[in-house]
């Protein structure tokens, strides 16, 4: 029997899909949608969706943080690095500092467990 959490999430996921390709569908709309099925553990699917938001807008670096996340955590470090680099290189042109920083401890983290993955 599904715990009352697990209800809610699936609940959630199903809210925000109900919304997908309609008029609210967006990159922020799929960003949310990406960072649920994250939280569930559904990785695979995740990213499917962040990849979906930043086809929406390139330049959405917190769609690039998410997805850099979501590739580590499947076990894609080199794609997670790719997409933290494009992210770092996204949030720079829009002036997001903080996004900018971020990705790039990040970088640091994963160059510290394999200096040649993530020099940037």
């Known amino acids: 029997m599904p715990s009352p959490t ?11 899909r109900a919304q997908c390709d309609g008029p609210r569908d967006g990159a922020l709309l799929r960003c949310m949608l990406g960072q649920t099925l994250a939280g569930a553990g559904a990785h695979a699917m995740a990213i499917v969706e962040f990849e979906h938001a930043l086809r929406f807008d390139a330049r959405y670096s917190a769609a690039w943080k998410f997805l850099g996340r979501a590739l580590l955590d499947a076990g894609r ?14 949030a720079e042109m ?20 394999d200096p040649q993955d993530a020099s940037d």
Do not use: H, P, S, Y
């Not at 697990?6 to 925000?16: E, F, G, V």
């Not at 829009?94 to 996004?99: I, M, N, Y």
């Open 6 to 16: 697990d209800a809610a999430l699936a609940a959630r996921i199903a809210a925000l």
């Open 77 to 90: 470090r080199e794609a997670a690095v790719d997409a933290w680099r494009q992210g770092i290189a996204a």
């Open 94 to 113: 829009q002036g997001d500092v903080q996004a900018a920083k971020e990705m790039r401890v990040f970088l640091r983290r994963i160059a510290r467990t």
